[in-house]
C-alpha cells in the first residue's frame, strides 16, 4: 500500500515537472512566431520601400512606368517642377522609412531584453 502511494506521487512529481516544461517551451514557440511575424512584416515594408525607389529612380530619369510596361522605352525630360515635387516626395518617403527601421530595431531590442 505505501509504494503504491509513492509510486503515485512520484508519478505526479514527475508530471507536475513535464507540464512546467513545457510551458516554457510553447512560451519558447510563440516567442518565436511574434519574433518572425515582426521580421515578416519589416521585410514587406522594405520591399515596398525598395519598388518606390525604383518608381521615383524612373521617374527622376524621365521614364514612364506605363509605358514601358508596353515595351516603349522612350525618356521624356521631366520639367523642374515634376522633379521638385518628386524629391519632395522622396524625401518624405526617406524620413518615414528611417523611423521606421529604428522602430524595427528598437522592437527587436526590447524583445531581446525579456
Known sequence: MNISIVIIFVALI??????R??????KLVNYNQETRHIMTKHQRYLLEH????YKFSLDT?????DEISKGNYTKHEPNPEKLQ???AEFERNESIYR???IQFETELELRETN
Not at 516544461?21 to 510553447?26: A, E, G, N, Q, S
Open 14 to 19: 514527475i508530471f507536475i515537472f513535464e507540464q
Open 50 to 53: 525598395q519598388i518606390e525607389t
Open 21 to 26: 516544461r513545457h510551458i516554457k517551451f510553447l
Open 61 to 65: 530619369l524621365g521614364y514612364d512606368r
Open 85 to 87: 515635387a518628386l524629391y
Open 99 to 101: 523611423s521606421k527601421n
